[in-house]
């Protein structure tokens, strides 16, 4: 072996790779299952839009070609949709890529990031890239968003502030009164991300998507994604909604053909349809109910969600939870990852897969007991 002397920048010794919920076929593998349940991700147990599926297979003859650089056809699409400018939008390979993009464009070297802590791990991964320091703001002992301690973090430095709303892992999401007093009070200069990645599922009548604050002009940045309500996290597909301005700047930093061309066709089909759209919220909301109901019955504290997945606290032998329920096919997500030792994170699956899921959990608390 020949010694190299190839150096990485410093600032990525800061980033820890991501950790993704098992894969369903690994499980298998490794276990000698045949029936897994993965419950890690927040996929949309109902599969993908059937109307997305079509447009994917009548775009496969044309595969030989570039896609469209500038995603037209699916800006103009959501643009109708959501009642904004093609102009206000940028289309990219998933949310992820936009976290990244914005991160690019926008943060210098010692920069500030405000974060919500617990939250998605990508924004502190976007600042590391760039060599920013992320300013941790703790949710309230019951996981609310804390106004007044997110707008005490900013400083001079503060570059980005990022709200996600409903929050991943907790599900707790930011009232718009909350939203409407950090945007009337944060310095202009600072760009706030409103990650509004599960809004469908919200059904708060106090929860703002943040979608308003772009079309009144303020200097917001809302990201949405495919993989979640319109169940296309395999093709890779989301979009950030902003002043004309701020998407001006972001696109330079943008590679030309980020966005393949099935995942185009695919949510320019998913967008309009609003069938599939409406049984997924429902098939979420009765799935959150049946999760719920079944926590109480065994005794376990949750926090009610706003998303397509509940933080359930099983207190100091929730990794050993985690990890047997792993070994009878149940892939969760362990909270340690968020310094949520005591704590998973379960999707909300159909209704067959959430019933396996509280069946298994109720045998492993009482062989515990026992
Ligand atoms: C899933 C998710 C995203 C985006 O995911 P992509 O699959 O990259 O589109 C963004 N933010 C949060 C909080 C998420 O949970």
């Known amino acids: 072996m020949q010694h190299l002397d190839i150096v990485p920048r410093q600032t990525l010794k800061n980033i820890k790779p991501y950790s993704p919920g098992k894969p369903i076929w690994e499980v298998e593998r490794e276990l000698g299952l045949t029936r897994v349940i993965k419950l890690a991700s927040n996929e949309n147990p109902l599969g993908p839009s059937p109307k997305a599926v079509e447009a994917i297979k009548n775009s496969i003859p044309e595969l030989h070609r570039y896609p469209d650089a500038g995603a037209k056809l699916a800006s103009a699409a959501i643009a109708s949709q959501l009642d904004l400018k093609p102009g206000q939008l940028i289309v990219t390979n998933g949310g992820d890529e936009l976290i990244s993009l914005v991160s690019e464009a926008f943060l210098e070297a010692d920069d500030e990031i405000v974060i919500p802590a617990p939250s998605f791990s990508e924004y502190e991964f976007g600042a590391y890239l760039m060599g920013a320091r992320t300013v941790p703001v703790p949710l309230t002992a019951d996981f609310r968003y804390d106004v007044d301690a997110m707008l005490a973090a900013v400083t001079p430095r503060t570059k980005l502030m990022y709200i996600c709303s409903p929050n991943n892992p907790t599900g707790t999401y930011l009232p718009e009164a909350g939203l409407r007093r950090i945007l009337d009070t944060i310095p202009k200069h600072i760009l706030v991300v409103i990650d509004s990645a599960y809004s469908y599922f919200a059904s708060a009548d106090d929860y703002s998507s943040g979608l308003e604050f772009v079309r009144a002009g303020y200097p917001v940045i809302v990201l949405q994604t495919f993989s979640k309500i319109f169940g296309l996290a395999g093709i890779r597909i989301g979009f950030g909604a902003a002043p004309e301005s701020v ?92 310094g949520l030792g005591g704590h998973v994170r379960i999707s909300v699956g159909l209704p067959e897969e959430n019933d396996t899921l509280l069946v298994n959990l109720r045998a492993i608390l009482q062989e515990q007991k026992d």
């Open 247 to 338: 998407i001006r700047t972001i696109l330079k930093v943008k590679e030309p053909f980020n966005v393949n061309a099935l995942a185009q066709a695919a949510a320019s089909a998913a967008i309009t349809d609003d069938e599939h759209v409406q049984a997924s919220v429902q098939v979420n909301e009765k799935g959150r109910e049946q999760l719920y109901k079944g926590f109480r019955e065994l005794g376990l504290a949750y926090t009610e969600s706003m998303g397509n997945f509940v933080l359930v606290e099983l207190g100091p032998d929730a990794q050993s939870i985690y990890e047997q329920l792993l070994a009878r096919g149940i892939i969760v997500r362990y909270g340690g990852t968020w």
